[in-house]
């Protein structure tokens, strides 16, 4: 089993910025892709960005530019950098993690962060 661990988030103004991190622990044999998704009130779930073992990254249009994903594989957590933040970015930011613990690949969810961007 993985568990995975949030910090980060809480309340910052527009323009600003804040850092997200996972750090996923327990059985893990490998880590494949590593990302952020988000849920605001009354809309679905959306990825924000995801980083890949060979640390290739995708972001949402709507951050392009503005969020970098990285992480670090010796410590198995993931980042988010959040700068230029807008009101819009408000929301609960998920940790989701693709990670081999035997010889299946499973799917793992952080319990969610709370960002919020006044304006």
């Known amino acids: 089993q993985v568990q995975l661990v949030e910090s980060g988030g809480g309340l910052v103004q527009a323009g600003g910025s804040q850092q997200l991190s996972c750090a996923a622990s327990?059985?893990?044999?490998?880590?494949?892709?590593m990302g952020w998704y988000r849920q605001a009130p009354g809309k679905q779930r959306e990825l924000v960005a995801v980083?890949?073992?060979?640390?290739?990254?995708n972001y949402a249009d709507s951050v392009k530019g503005r969020f970098t994903i990285s992480r670090d594989n010796a410590k198995n957590t993931v980042y988010l950098q959040m700068n230029s933040l807008r009101p819009e970015d408000t929301a609960v930011y998920y940790c989701?993690?693709?990670?081999?613990?035997?010889?299946?690949?499973?799917?793992?969810w952080g319990q969610g962060t709370q960002v919020t961007v006044s304006s």
């Open positions: 989701n993690v693709l990670a081999r613990t035997g010889i299946l690949v499973g799917n793992y």
């Open positions: 327990g059985s893990i044999i490998s880590i494949d892709a």
């Open positions: 980083i890949t073992s060979g640390g290739d990254t």
